[in-house]
């Protein structure tokens, strides 16, 4: 199992991912429990995700996939993913920032994929606040476990940064002056 | 110079924690090559032929002597008593040991330095002029520009991961100086008809294996919104770039695919939620990063020095050097001088610990303690009084660093080549040097007038090949190293590229070729004022290739001799 870290702390997952087939065929509609379901799905089938009878719904954005087109459906999810292909694939950080500062996601936002240590702080920055980490299911449960632990270290890398984020809206520009006051005081 | 503050330090010192604990992690084998690579990349180390390569960021070319003599003991401690300051205003040392890494970044940080975005598919240092702030033809000082640039691309989480290195370079002046037409973005600071300050931005330009001019998509963008239009130009390209292919990837395939025009209208979607949102720059912060650059500490002098004008007169030696290493000032009585790192025999843009450590003496006694390193991979010294230059122009003498070349043929750009690089097809250093010999003749040199020659080992183009108004490109023929020779292209405002004459030569044919295009150039020009490129563009290189290849019968047997010889 990959490790969820979630919060900043280290959490069950009870989500289960749908993927489409390597051809491109869509994945069934399990009736029971806390779905994660491809972009595709939700889109061919929005009618019969909401009418399951138990489970949560989430949906998956790819790094080509426009957020734009949930932007409208937000309150049908109680989790929104985003699929990195690749650690170094970084469409999914603008993709996060939009779905938080444009669409107004305030939900649980997960990063899904190719997911390392390293790359926690700038995608907490962009806004994700739940993270799997791609930490290799052929380690003994024990390793796997003090990794994800080691790397909650990396949500404090940096205690500042210069730029807008999701994390902190305004740049360090804007936050200066309090900055400034605190120091002195 | 600018002066960090409290956050800027923290943050540099906390980059260098957090490379040391991924080092240590990488070292004892929890931190995969894979994983580790972009990483150590983003810090600025490469694995190269025969040792990692650092590469040391000199934010848009701006050095302190203290910082100078920090390079020069890294040099010394963690090398092999030299570095190479590159085509992009960097400094790169080839004989690190990783493990001494996060030592040579902790050391960096004492001095207010560091690696951090100088390679891996981010942001890169930004560049500018080297006379930015003196250039009397200067409408806007590009430097405070260039560190709210700094800070805005610092640890920028949105833009880590980016299909492909992104390179932003700003131009103040009426002559550009910082090749703002050949950068992903190019920004050209202007003032408008009410003298407020603006950008003229430029995308999708560059050089490597498809060399672009940059597209205006933004004729004046007001201050306050440069770094909500960054974030929205960058945005697009993280989104749409292509990341298939990392040769296409390069924000200048996105804007040609696209067409400059369809972009453009990406942009100002993006940026209609961006504009005016809390990245808008402040009048206040603006001043206060301004005044956190140390400024020199100017005298009132007379616009011309007596003994300088004496000097001129009486010392021949000093004054082909003034002519062409001394360079004119905003500020009455002053004058910018180039240290030449192009003297023959040696690597260009290297300098040894001893250079380093005298240059910066030299610094802190003629100019105010700061130099400049140049993307022509010289050292500038910016302030310097005219009443000094002699004195000056000895001491550099004796230290090597007086070659009087500047804007002449002997004033190589040249990458570190195949004697360094893992990626070049070819070596640049030796090329540079056998160039250098055929035409050490100064006389000859200053006959011949400005003409910039510049020589990459491979298709990235690190030396700029494609605005040299010669440019040497090493290629790959079978195994050999060969060369292909391009001629009249520019960097400046009249950027241009260089069209290739004909076929590839070998190493040993580049001096005798370089020396009949510049006969053929000679034989051509209408008068000494006519500079090599001009002929270029009034004749165009149709009696160049003639000169050189002869006719189409013995191109033919050129071509064959030289598989012959492979």
């Not at chain 1, 089938?45 to 954005?61: D, F, I, K, N, Q």
């Not at chain 1, 949930?70 to 990195?84: M, P, R, T, Y």
């Amino acid at each position: 199992m990959a490790t969820l870290i979630k919060n900043a702390t280290i959490a069950a997952d009870n989500w289960q991912r749908f993927d489409p087939g390597a051809d491109g065929s869509l994945p069934d509609i399990p009736m029971l429990g806390d779905i994660l379901v491809p972009l595709a799905l939700w889109q061919a089938t929005a009618g019969g995700l909401l009418a399951r009878s138990a489970g949560r719904l989430g949906v998956w954005l790819d790094g080509d996939d426009d957020p734009v087109q949930i932007a409208d459906s937000l309150e049908a999810f109680s989790l929104i993913a985003v699929n990195f292909p690749l650690f170094t694939d970084g469409r999914g950080y603008s993709i996060a920032r939009l779905l938080r500062e444009r669409y107004g996601w305030k939900g649980e936002l997960r990063a899904i994929g190719d997911i390392q240590r390293d790359q926690l702080f700038y995608l907490s920055r962009c806004g994700f606040d739940a993270f799997l980490l791609n930490d290799g299911q052929d380690a003994p449960q024990g390793d796997l476990l003090r990794g994800a632990q080691a790397a909650l270290a990396a949500f404090s890398d940096f205690t500042e940064a210069y730029q807008t984020s999701v994390e902190r809206p305004l740049p360090l520009f804007r936050r200066r002056p309090a900055l400034d006051v605190a120091e002195q005081s | 110079m600018y002066l960090y503050d409290a956050v800027d330090q923290k943050l540099v010192d906390e980059r260098v924690a957090q490379f040391r604990d991924q080092t240590r992690r990488f070292l004892a084998g929890t931190l995969s090559e894979d994983n580790f690579r972009p990483v150590r990349l983003q810090n600025g180390l490469y694995i190269q032929r025969f040792a990692p390569m650092l590469r040391v960021a000199i934010p848009y070319g701006l050095l302190a002597a203290r910082q100078l003599r920090a390079l020069a003991y890294i040099a010394r401690k963690w090398d092999r008593g030299y570095g190479h300051f590159s085509t992009r205003q960097n400094i790169q040392f080839n004989w690190p040991k990783l493990e001494d890494v996060p030592d040579i970044l902790a050391h960096l940080a004492t001095v207010q330095m560091h690696a951090i975005q100088t390679s891996g598919n981010c942001v890169r240092n930004t560049t500018t002029d080297h006379f930015a702030g003196i250039a009397p033809d200067e409408l806007v000082d590009p430097l405070v520009w260039c560190e709210l640039i700094r800070q805005w691309s610092t640890f920028h989480p949105e833009f880590a991961y980016l299909p492909r290195k992104f390179k932003i370079a700003v131009s103040g002046a009426e002559n550009d100086r910082a090749a703002v037409q050949v950068h992903d973005i190019g920004l050209q600071a202007v003032r408008n008809a009410s003298g407020e300050t603006g950008f003229r931005v430029l995308v999708g330009g560059g050089l490597g294996r498809t060399p672009v001019i940059g597209a205006a998509i933004c004729e004046f963008l007001p201050w306050p919104h440069l770094l909500s239009y960054l974030d929205a130009i960058l945005r697009v390209y993280n989104r749409f770039g292509r990341r298939d292919n990392k040769y296409k990837a390069r924000i200048k395939i996105l804007v040609k695919e696209l067409t400059p025009e369809v972009f453009r209208a990406q942009v100002d979607a993006e940026w209609v939620h961006l504009k005016d949102g809390p990245a808008t720059l402040t009048a206040e912060e603006v001043t206060r990063v301004t005044g956190r650059f140390t400024r020199p500490q100017y005298q009132a002098l007379d616009a011309l020095s007596v003994p300088y004008t004496q000097a001129l007169a009486n010392d021949r030696g000093f004054a082909n050097w003034a002519r062409r290493n001394a360079h004119a000032h905003q500020v009455p009585g002053y004058a910018a001088v180039t240290l030449s790192l192009k003297k023959t025999g040696v690597p260009p843009g290297d300098a040894t610990a001893e250079q380093m450590d005298a240059v910066a003496d030299l610094a802190e006694r003629y100019s105010f303690g700061e130099l400049r390193v140049s993307h022509e991979q010289n050292l500038i010294l910016a302030d310097v009084r005219q009443s000094d230059l002699h004195a000056l122009w000895q001491a550099a003498k004796a230290l090597g660093l007086a070659t009087p070349n500047i804007g002449l043929i002997t004033n190589i750009i040249a990458c570190p080549g195949g004697d360094f690089c893992s990626l070049a097809n070819a070596k640049s250093i030796p090329v540079a040097e056998a160039i250098q010999r055929r035409f050490d003749d100064l006389d000859y040199q200053h006959d011949i007038g400005e003409l910039d020659l510049n020589i990459s080992g491979c298709m990235n183009s690190c030396g700029h090949h494609h605005v040299g108004h010669i440019g040497i490109l090493g290629v790959d023929k079978q195994g050999a190293e060969f060369y292909q020779i391009s001629i009249g292209g520019a960097q400046g405002n009249e950027a241009a590229l260089g069209k290739v004459l004909g076929p590839s030569v070998s190493q040993e044919e580049v001096p005798d070729f370089i020396e009949k295009l510049i006969k053929t150039y000679l034989q051509r020009r209408d008068s000494e004022a006519e500079r090599f490129i001009d002929v270029v563009r009034r004749i165009g290189i149709e009696p160049f290739r003639e000169q050189v290849y002869g006719n189409a019968d013995q191109k033919r047997d050129h071509r064959s001799r030289q598989l012959a010889a492979v």
